[in-house]
């Protein structure tokens, strides 16, 4: 009876493997990594609250901005309630972009399971690293489906600002590629990363004893506001609940290929980049190049890059932002700065012209491979900030790269061509017909500075 029985598992076991060696030889993926696009800021949203929600061992997080607005405590709420459920959460916050309250980490932080770190805080002995920054933003559940794009966690990423919002682009992946993107968070996390100081403060040799002891009540008083505020945000969230399984119309691809600098890279180490690997991905072009960024101040080895490949034909198209639709006057400065050189290159070059912003960051290759993450094609992104993204291969279906090159489209068709073919098209006076006297006098100013800070753009 043993005998048979093993016999029996064998020849199963064998007829799993011919089945899996039969699907590989028609082409289709087998155990493939999937991924799904996340345009819209309600899918966006709702994306990261179920998978949130779905979690059962692990959370990995990290973000460069975290307000103290609805959808940041609506997420911190869900990460709370995950801790609570016993799954090991773990987030890492930049700390210069992140506004977090004090009261709202301590808050966190009382749930066992719930560990913060803080990326690179401020150190007046190395006064230098101040601005290399943590821009990454992925959220990671169970090493099993991930969200990794543009996407901060603020109500303007998300269409909620009662002001200027952000127009983003995320990729929600599920594989062995959120494995290897959770296998690098995890690498960063032992890297030194500071915490939060949440010794108490002692009253006992403070002078006016009876004032410390107020300011301790008063901030007690906030941390429990804090948890009120989160709580409130559970509970609406659980009420406003869709029943969505978002993997479900993801596109499956044999193996998508995670980028990232090293984890144990030092913040001012220039080896082991991910814009080394971009420009490796541009210069294998044949036929045709999309570029979408926010920011566009792009490295001599880029252009160099870029150069040859409009030498060779191919066909580069940019998208960034115009003064109009930009949030930051420093980058509109170093960008006008090589505006007119971009152009002369070759590159059909577009200008966002709304009052919103682009903050998506993605470029397709030839209509096949995709890559889409937090790197903006810029100097900051290149060498100074930590940076990850995901690229996919869609050589076998197409309807990824198709349903890009919709939503590229969708950004061209409220944009402006500036130059194409080698000549400029559109003047910055004509662009900036809408904008404000000031702004235009800021970049001037900046345009003139531009010496002084061009290798932090």
Wanted: aromatic content about 8%; proline content about 2%.
């Amino acid at each position: 009876m043993p005998v048979y029985w093993w016999h029996s598992l064998c020849f199963r076991e064998n007829r799993v493997k011919v089945l899996i060696l039969f699907l590989i030889f028609l082409g289709v993926p087998v155990g493939a990594d999937q991924a799904r696009f996340l345009l819209a800021n309600r899918d966006a949203l709702r994306a990261r609250e179920r998978i949130i929600q779905e979690a059962r061992e692990s959370i990995c997080a990290e973000y460069f901005i975290i307000s103290n607005d609805v959808v940041t405590v609506n997420e911190l709420s869900l990460l709370r309630e995950a801790a609570r459920r016993g799954v090991d959460v773990k987030l890492i916050i930049d700390s210069v972009g992140s506004s977090l309250s004090r009261e709202m980490l301590v808050a966190m932080m009382e749930e066992p399971h719930m560990q913060i770190r803080f990326f690179n805080k401020p150190n007046l002995f190395r006064p230098s690293t101040f601005t290399h920054r943590n821009h990454s933003k992925q959220l990671n559940v169970d090493g099993r489906v991930g969200i990794i794009g543009g996407r901060n966690v603020s109500d303007d990423y998300f269409g909620l600002s009662p002001k200027r919002n952000f127009v983003d682009l995320d990729v929600i992946v599920s594989g062995e590629v959120a494995n290897r993107a959770r296998k690098y968070f995890l690498e960063l996390w032992v890297t030194g990363l500071g915490r939060l100081d949440n010794n108490e403060r002692s009253c006992f040799s403070v002078e006016n004893q009876e004032s410390c002891l107020r300011e301790k009540e008063w901030a007690k008083g906030l941390v429990e506001e804090s948890k009120r505020r989160l709580d409130n945000a559970a509970m609406r969230i659980h009420e406003s609940e869709e029943p969505v399984e978002w993997m479900e119309l993801a596109e499956d691809f044999g193996e998508i290929t995670f980028y990232s600098n090293v984890a144990h890279k030092n913040v001012s180490d220039e080896e082991h980049l991910l814009i080394d690997n971009l420009n490796k991905f541009i210069a294998g072009s044949v036929s045709e190049v999309l570029i979408l960024t926010p920011y566009l101040i792009p490295t001599a080895q880029t252009l160099e890059v870029l150069g040859k490949i409009i030498s060779a034909g191919v066909r580069v198209k940019i998208l960034t932002n115009s003064l109009k639709s930009s949030d930051t006057f420093a980058a509109q400065a170093g960008y006008r700065a090589i505006k007119k050189y971009i152009v002369s290159m070759g590159v059909e070059l577009y200008e966002f012209n709304s009052s919103s912003i682009i903050h998506a960051k993605a470029i397709m290759v030839d209509k096949k491979k995709i890559f889409i993450g937090s790197s903006n094609l810029d100097i900051r992104s290149a060498v100074i900030n930590r940076e990850i993204g995901v690229l996919i291969n869609d050589e076998v279906s197409g309807n990824f790269s198709s349903e890009f090159e919709i939503i590229y489209n969708g950004f061209l068709s409220q944009s402006v061509l500036i130059g194409k073919d080698g000549k400029m098209v559109a003047t910055d006076s004509s662009v900036d017909e809408d904008v404000g006297s000031l702004s235009k006098i800021k970049v001037k100013i900046l345009g003139i500075l531009l010496p002084l800070f061009r290798n932090q753009l």
